[in-house]
């Protein structure tokens, strides 16, 4: 089977386990600022820390005008603040300059929308494609942390391919038209299954397709 045929397989094998995922709309300006809040934690903690930054500063403009220090304060709790919050007022500041507004929906459409997001300092392709994915409903497919371990075990990228890389590698697929429901159930599946230190291997629906599991890893 062919990595394309298999990804096609796991897709077809995950929309009939966990179904097709519902997902709340945003726009690409919140999108990705959660993304930035979410690194290194996890999506309560993420939730938690933009909650607090809206209770607290209540629009953009406010926060772009806000000390950085009252940032950080307000989103300690996802951990990182420090780079978080700079990292949150470089992206304000990068759209009022671009578009002279605190809003990004004008990026939805535009075929270099990916590597516009990517001049932004920290902002690498997995986020500005998560961005585009929800924030502005674009038909492309980032590799976050889960993925990349899932696509990795079953065979569908090469064990020792970047994660930058693996993006390229994974444009070349059948991705077109499925990116949202695979990416949000390959995400579910590497948390609830194949997760990084104990992968459910023995109740796995997709063993018979694991190069990793075949090898005897587990
Ligand atoms: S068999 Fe194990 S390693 Fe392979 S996909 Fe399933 S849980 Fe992950």
């Known amino acids: 089977m062919s990595p394309s045929e298999k990804l096609i397989e796991v897709h077809k094998r995950l929309l009939r386990i966990f179904g097709e995922p519902k997902v709340r709309r945003r726009t690409p300006m919140e999108v990705l600022i959660r993304t930035i809040l979410s690194q290194n934690t996890n999506d309560n903690n993420r939730d938690r820390a933009?909650?607090?930054?809206?209770?607290?500063?209540?629009?953009?403009?406010?926060?772009?005008?806000?000390?950085?220090?009252?940032?950080?304060?307000?989103?300690?709790v996802g951990g990182l603040a420090k780079q978080k919050a700079a990292a949150i007022k470089r992206v304000l500041r990068w759209a009022h300059e671009n578009y002279g507004k605190l809003d990004l929906t004008d990026i939805c459409g535009d075929p270099d929308a990916?590597?516009?997001?990517?001049?932004?300092?920290?902002?690498?392709?997995?986020?500005?494609?998560?961005?585009?994915?929800?924030?502005?409903?674009?038909?492309?497919?980032?590799?976050?942390?889960?993925?990349?371990r899932v696509f990795?075990?079953?065979?569908?990228?090469?064990?020792?391919?970047?994660?930058?890389?693996?993006?390229?590698?994974?444009?070349s697929?059948?991705?077109?038209g499925i990116a949202l429901p695979l990416h949000l159930n390959v995400i579910r599946f590497g948390r609830k299954i194949c997760n990084a230190r104990k992968p459910q291997c023995a109740r796995?629906?997709?063993?018979?397709?694991?190069?990793?599991?075949?090898?005897?890893?587990t």
């Open 50 to 76: 933009y909650e607090q930054l809206i209770r607290k500063f209540g629009t953009f403009e406010r926060l772009l005008d806000a000390d950085v220090h009252e940032i950080e304060d307000a989103i300690k």
């Open 114 to 148: 990916e590597s516009k997001l990517m001049e932004i300092k920290g902002v690498g392709v997995k986020t500005a494609r998560v961005t585009l994915l929800f924030g502005c409903q674009a038909d492309v497919f980032p590799i976050d942390t889960h993925i990349y």
């Open 152 to 171: 990795r075990r079953l065979g569908i990228i090469p064990w020792n391919v970047s994660r930058e890389k693996a993006h390229e590698l994974v444009d």
């Open 204 to 217: 796995c629906p997709l063993a018979d397709l694991c190069v990793y599991h075949s090898v005897g890893h």
């Open 173 to 176: 697929m059948p991705v077109k």
